[in-house]
């Protein structure tokens, strides 16, 4: 299956579209470099400035959540769906937990999901205003095996994806790094039901398998291979909707990979945003759905508000 993709950047004239802009003067020489490397390859990267002070402030930001347990924020324990802070009474920082859509509660998480120079590069790519519509905390490498993220997160349409993720800390090989695949942007979509590449949980394993052997197949046969992002803080790292990625293994338990995640999607295309979180009704879990059209701005980059925020 093709998706037939409208932007700039995914038309056969690409390059030549980079050179007019750089000869005009709207793109400087090095984002001219990244939006190369992100035509060919499928991906961009580059440094943004995160010092130990903006780190560590998140870091108490983290454990904040921890102690105070907001009723309005989600954590996604390992292997599970996401759960109000108040009502979670698992482990505390399991290996593999997720913290969905904290740039409701944090001034430094708001700082990345709505970080200038990312917006740049983000606007550059679809060559029209963007907007950031959900984000992720990991502590620890996700270990997700690879996949594409139209499977999981729905834009309309799904070419107007986009994501960043930023690297809160030093990140080695014994950290389970992001694995990532390029020039698999270009690679033909697998269709989990007929005319869909939705991966939604009533697809089965065997599809799920299906899926996996297929990429791989399609990889070998273009002669694609996996590599692994090891940085440095405030390292970035920007993906296109098409790029097969995922987590590799955390090879030393005692290794953190403290990161951040920002899905973006055209502004004239993404309005609201609907999210749910389970709360204790009585004895039980109950799963509760809201949405928000809150947009929260700042110098004119705009980014949805956390859907459950002051439920």
Same mark, same amino acid.
């Given at each position: 299956m093709e998706l037939q993709s409208d932007l700039w950047l995914d038309q056969p004239d690409a390059h030549l579209r980079i050179d007019e802009r750089l000869a005009a003067g709207l793109i400087t020489p090095d984002e001219a470099a990244r939006l190369r490397t992100f035509v060919d390859f499928g991906f961009l990267t580059f440094p943004i400035d995160l010092d130990e002070g903006f780190c560590k402030a998140f870091d108490d930001d983290v454990n904040g959540f921890w102690t105070d347990r907001p009723a309005d924020l989600a954590v996604s324990p390992p292997m599970e769906g996401p759960i109000s802070f108040r009502d979670w009474d698992g482990k505390v920082k399991a290996p593999g937990y997720r913290i969905p859509d904290m740039h409701s509660h944090s001034d430094r998480a708001l700082d990345i999901y709505l970080h200038p120079e990312?917006?740049?590069?983000?606007?550059?790519?679809?060559?029209?205003?963007?907007?950031?519509?959900?984000?992720?905390?990991?502590?620890?490498?996700?270990?997700?095996?690879?996949?594409?993220?139209?499977?999981?997160?729905?834009?309309?349409?799904?070419?107007?994806?986009?994501?960043?993720?930023?690297?809160? $800390?030093?990140?080695?090989? *014994?950290? +389970?790094?992001?694995?990532?695949?390029?020039?698999?942007? #270009?690679?033909?979509? &697998?269709e989990f039901t007929p005319g869909s590449i939705l991966c939604g949980h009533e697809i089965t394993k065997e599809r799920r398998e299906e899926f996996n052997s297929t990429t $791989?197949?399609?990889?070998? *046969?273009? +002669?694609?291979?996996?590599?692994?992002?090891?940085?440095? #803080?405030?390292?970035? &790292?920007?993906?296109?909707?098409?790029?097969?990625?995922?987590?590799?293994?955390?090879?030393?338990?005692?290794?953190?990979?403290?990161?951040?995640?920002?899905?973006?999607?055209?502004?004239?295309?993404k309005k609201s945003r609907t999210a749910g979180m389970n709360i204790r009704d009585g004895g039980a879990l109950k799963r509760v759905r809201t949405t928000t059209e809150r947009v929260i701005e700042r110098d004119g980059r705009r980014g949805l508000d956390n859907p459950v925020r002051n439920r």
């Open positions: 990312l917006f740049r590069m983000v606007e550059l790519i679809y060559g029209e205003r963007a907007i950031a519509f959900q984000s992720l905390y990991f502590e620890y490498g996700s270990q997700q095996s690879l996949h594409r993220d139209p499977m999981f997160v729905f834009t309309d349409p799904p070419t107007h994806l986009l994501a960043s993720w930023v690297a809160l $800390e030093d990140v080695t090989e *014994e950290s +389970g790094p992001l694995a990532y695949v390029p020039g698999s942007h #270009r690679l033909p979509w &697998f $791989e197949a399609l990889m070998h *046969e273009r +002669g694609l291979q996996v590599e692994r992002l090891t940085c440095r #803080r405030g390292d970035a &790292f920007i993906w296109h909707y098409g790029l097969v990625h995922g987590g590799t293994r955390i090879a030393d338990k005692a290794f953190t990979r403290k990161s951040f995640v920002t899905h973006y999607c055209t502004a004239a295309d």
